[in-house]
């Protein structure tokens, strides 16, 4: 890891431009997207991340609540041909919702040839039904480039086993922790970079590194650095320390020596203040969903659970008090944690906002009212999550209208996915087809 030195006289001209930038960035949606080659194929992997401003999204309730937003992602050719159409549902912490400025990183991997290719994400609100929209086109490699896109984060660490942690992507034999554009804090200031290089044959590259102001100016440049490569290929990543850097916008630009041709690649990321920090802070305190509910409210909370309740389970939760049925949720759930020992228990967020958009697309009226997650629809949705693809039949003459729900698994392609980025779709997802009458 580097420790880099940041220059006094840099600290008080970069601020300003930063901050500035920063504010006019936080009510829209962001999307950018990584390339890398894949020789064998002869195609080009893109990740795509796409940056979710909570100031679009509202609380589901009274205040307090947490909120919700369904996210769908479609990537066209330049033809206008659909090579891919995704929706999830998220759901965002009542404590991320108060925090001004925050957003939400959403992940989509997909591979294609030579081409160019549009992406376009679209964010609907749970509560409102408000929409931001966001469009990028991605030029897939024409011919075998000398380096990737530079893609930055938060974390990154060598992988010792298989297991990617939530918030990380894995690149090779490494994991990074990235939602396409960081944003540092004083007290986390290291930025990992993963740059992949395809030199036609072995040699002895240099790396250098500079940060860069938004507009340009060199803020930070440090030493190159040796490094063999085979002919095969090589990947270059390193952690920086940038403890010191002022609030503000910056680009991390990485060249590359030794090539036929120098290369340049830069990416962007963020630094915040102090008080964005504190915020991080309070908000990864361990929070109880439970603590302050009604029994009303508890009994709302469990009854959808028969979905995923384990015989032995079922039975018990009606007959204890107040205290036992707030115990017994954190129990159930607690067995169900993805990634205990965090503050987050994503199974338990990912089933709730499922059960919130299915009470909200799916309730049935009528002198006594189903909620939507107790209709057949509804407990298909619950399920598998949303459908790739609906065709839906309105009535005609006499036949009853009906929609078949499609849903297809992802199809992995040189250790990345066409398809993939539904997060936490069930593994035991089947490609199948319902009707619904």
Known sequence: ?????????????VAAVGAASQAAEQTSLGLSAVRYWRPAAGQTVVDVFARVPVAAVSALGAEGSDGAFRFAVVVQDSSGLRLLSQTWTETVRDAILRVRGASVGEHLTFAARAGRYTVEAVVTDSATGR???QQITVEAFAAPPAASDLLLGTGL??????????????KGGVAVQTSGEPVLTPQAAKLGYYLELYPARAETLTVSLRVLTATGSQVIAAPSERLPVGAGGAVTH???????LPPGRYRLEVTVGGLADTVRRTAAFGMSGFETAATAEAMNQPEDRFGAMAEAQLDTLYAPLIYLMASAEQGTYSSLSVDGKRRWLRQFWAKRDPTAGTVRNEAQ???????????????????????GWRTDRGRIYIKYGPPDEVLERRQAGGTSPYEVWKYTESIELDGAARGRGRPG???????????YT
């Not at 890891?1 to 001209?13: N, S």
């Not at 779709?425 to 009707?435: D, I």
């Open 1 to 13: 890891m580097r420790q880099l030195t940041i220059p006094t006289l840099a600290l008080t001209t």
């Open 131 to 133: 929409v931001s929209r």
């Open 157 to 170: 660490r060598v992988l010792e086993d298989t297991t990617v942690r939530s918030g990380e992507i894995r």
């Open 238 to 244: 390193e952690i920086v320390d940038l403890t010191g």
């Open 349 to 371: 967020e990912r089933f709730y906002t499922l059960i919130a958009e299915a009470n909200r697309r799916f309730r049935e009226g009528g002198q006594s009212a189903v909620p």
């Open 425 to 435: 779709r069930p593994a035991f997802l089947k490609p199948t087809s319902e009707t």
